[in-house]
């Protein structure tokens, strides 16, 4: 199985799997590279599976589905969608041999979904690495849950995000947490990988517990961070996330 990122506007990324012969687009919000991509290496397409309703992660459906399947959130409604997921559900994708679980991971928007293959997940815009999505018509303590969630799976599980963020959330987390070595380390290896033209994804769940501020809010040094910015950090892991969120809002 082939995982390729296909860049898309200014910094998405549509992510598209392949085993030579059938593909499956992960939030395509624009066709065109993606039906390139399909005609360059002669696939079929066997399925699209969308994560939330914006319109950078569904704009391609359209033209793209035909006789594909749609997989997206029962919680929101798009347009094109043919099977509407929650939590425990799964997809089978025959064509590749793979199947994903369904996770519901709110906050950026309220229907947010992920999909989970061992090793693999494609997760929009809930996490990214060193950040996590600005919230929508969701909730912090939805988007705190959602994360808290993601950090359980297994460290070696790739985190295919949708955006290119990696740099200016490194940026955020170093004024959030100015002491961290392995958040200094990742971020020279951000910058090698961005002057070569390189993506800086997928990340894992082992890297962004080490380096993501908005999964470390239950340490001191984050703590420290935000009572140094706002003169005072809540006690508790939620009330700091909270106002970690809205500081990021305004670096």
Same mark, same amino acid.
């Given at each position: ?60 459906? &359209? $033209? =793209?589905?035909? *006789?594909?399947? /749609? +997989? ?6 798009? !347009? ?70 993601? &950090? $359980? =799976?297994?460290? *070696?599980?790739? /985190? +295919? ?6 740099? !200016? ?83």
């Amino acid at each position: 199985m082939h995982i390729v990122p296909l860049p898309a506007f200014n910094d998405n990324y549509i992510w598209l799997m392949h085993n030579g012969r059938h593909a499956v687009a992960v939030d395509p919000g624009d066709a065109g590279p993606v039906q390139d991509f399909i005609a360059q290496h002669g696939l079929t397409l066997a399925a699209i599976l969308i994560t939330h309703h914006h319109h950078d992660h569904i704009g391609g459906i &359209a $033209a =793209l589905a035909g *006789d594909a399947p /749609v +997989y997206g959130p029962a919680r929101e409604s798009i !347009a094109g969608v043919t099977t509407r997921l929650v939590e425990g559900d799964t997809v089978s994708i025959d064509a590749l041999g793979v199947s994903f679980g369904v996770l519901d991971i709110p906050g950026h928007t309220a229907g947010h979904i992920a999909y989970l293959a061992p090793g693999t997940l494609f997760c929009g815009d809930t996490l990214f690495s060193a950040g996590c999505g600005r919230l929508f018509d969701g909730t912090a303590a939805q988007l705190f849950a959602s994360l808290t969630k993601l &950090a $359980a =799976l297994p460290d *070696d599980t790739q /985190v +295919y995000c949708t955006h290119e963020y990696t740099l !200016a959330n490194l940026a955020f987390a170093s004024a959030a947490e100015p002491h961290n070595p392995a958040r200094d380390a990742w971020l020279e290896t951000c910058r090698r990988l961005r002057s070569n033209g390189q993506p800086t994804l997928p990340t894992t769940i082992g890297r962004e517990k080490a380096v993501n501020p908005f999964l470390r809010v239950a340490q001191a040094s984050v703590a420290a961070g935000l009572t140094a910015h706002l003169g005072s950090a809540p006690a508790d892991a939620q009330g700091r996330f909270t106002r970690l969120r809205e500081w990021k809002n305004t670096f």
